[in-house]
């Protein structure tokens, strides 16, 4: 761990990353406010982000920052093993991809990559039974009090991938056992609630703060004010909504597996969760923790919760290992690890740096997209993934190791 010099510290374990100009700066504004403390923790996966960097564990008194939350609430990974092995896999991987992007919506934006695309045949019922229980009563009651935050596409795009840096993984681990694996949060909704609170924010703060605050973007809602009840209980839907979404597609991703594979599931139930060897994680999130007896409000943007023995998963990028990890509890990172590798240059850098062919070789071996419209993802475009491990030895332990030989991307 380093610790750099602010107004409150900054703790970063870093040792051996990048750790862009950009980002310090970020680092260095949030830790001017004066509801942030009593320090910011600095995962290994740092990069820039908008208002806060991404990789930051930051603790707030009595407040929120909503764009330190940012846009894709409750944005997380979920991974489950399967009865499978990597020899039942072999000649099949086009067949995986291809049934897995027949069965899940992948893309965007609006209704391309929703159960409203005329491939499909409208939201499947199971859909429909956990919008209807779970989330539909809650976001009706939310949307009477703030209306501007549109209600379409939600339904139609719960259970579905998106785009960007989302994924849907099938891999293996040390022994060959066979993993699916997938990265997604709370869809077109999320982002609605996320840029409307925001300007709720930014709004707030001018009405009743004199001092100028050293990014507009980290405007923070204090407890008792007009709008935090409202946005804590947004964020908490939209969080709910992420989770129920990476179930969701957790089935479908096993149940297109079933269809690649009938002769090697036939007469066996191909497990939906195996309690010891399923995650299910947020790693852009807010919720109220206690560390060191205060009581804080504790935001991860990108960043994931590692208690002493928690299960989590950190990805690499689309060519490497990703990681499911149990947490060691240090207070220092207030209990919490890297949520990926982190990327080491913008999206526009990666597709002027690298080519189709680049990408082709980086991610030899694997069935994935290898064309111009996924260059951004390429894993040259992401830190080295043993070099972020090796800095937080001290937050989290390796408990399997995973390869893909699948990836599908929106």
């Known amino acids: 761990m380093i610790e750099i010099p602010s107004t409150v510290p900054i703790k970063a374990w870093t040792d051996g990353v990048e750790l862009d100009q950009g980002a310090l700066q970020q680092l260095f504004n ?10 910011v923790a600095v995962m290994p996966d740092v990069h820039w982000g908008i208002g ?3 990789g930051s564990v930051i603790p707030t008194t009595k407040a929120i920052i909503p764009a330190a939350v940012g846009v894709d609430i409750g944005c997380g990974m979920m991974a489950t093993r399967t009865s499978l092995t990597l020899n039942d896999l072999e000649g099949r991987l086009p067949a995986i991809r291809d049934e897995i992007e027949r069965t899940i919506p992948v893309g965007g934006p609006g ?3 929703s159960w409203g695309d005329t491939r499909f045949r409208g939201i499947p019922t199971s859909v429909e039974i956990i919008w209807r229980n779970y989330l ?3 976001f009706a009651d939310l949307h009477s009090l703030h209306p501007k935050i549109k209600a379409n596409p939600t339904v139609e795009q719960l259970g579905t991938l998106g785009t960007g840096n989302h994924f849907i993984e099938v891999c293996y681990d040390e022994e060959g056992r066979i993993w699916v694996m997938l990265h997604s949060g709370s869809r077109g909704v999320g982002n609605r609630i996320g840029t409307y609170f925001i300007q709720l924010a930014k709004e707030d703060y001018y009405r009743h ?3 100028k605050l050293p990014d507009i973007d980290l405007a923070y809602l204090e407890e008792g004010s007009e709008h935090f009840d409202d946005y804590v209980a947004a964020v908490g839907w939209a969080q709910q909504y992420a989770l129920l979404n990476r179930k969701l597609m957790m089935g479908s991703a096993l149940i297109a597996l079933q269809r690649a594979l009938p002769d090697k599931v036939e007469g066996q139930s191909l497990p939906m969760e195996v309690t010891s060897e399923a995650v299910n994680c947020h790693h852009n999130y807010v919720q109220q923790e206690t560390h060191s007896g205060r009581s804080l409000w504790i935001t991860r943007k990108g960043a994931v919760s590692a208690g002493l023995g928690e299960l989590g998963i950190i990805p690499g990028s689309m060519g490497v290992r990703s990681f499911i990890v149990r947490g060691k509890g240090n207070p220092e990172s207030f209990m919490s690890c890297s949520h990926g590798a982190g990327r080491r240059m913008s999206r526009g850098q990666a597709k002027r740096q690298f080519t189709v062919e680049d990408h082709a070789t980086a991610t030899a071996g694997v069935e994935c997209r290898k064309d111009q419209g996924v260059l951004d993802e390429t894993p040259g475009a992401y830190k080295d993934i043993d070099a972020v491990m090796a800095a937080q030895a001290d937050l989290v332990e390796i ?3 995973l390869k893909q030989v699948v990836n599908v991307k929106g």
């Open 111 to 113: 209704v391309k990559g």
């Open 52 to 54: 806060a960097t991404v």
């Open 399 to 401: 408990v399997h190791t």
């Open 30 to 39: 949030v830790s001017r406010l004066p509801v942030v403390g009593p320090h």
């Open 209 to 211: 703060h004199d001092s």
């Open 136 to 138: 539909a009563k809650p």
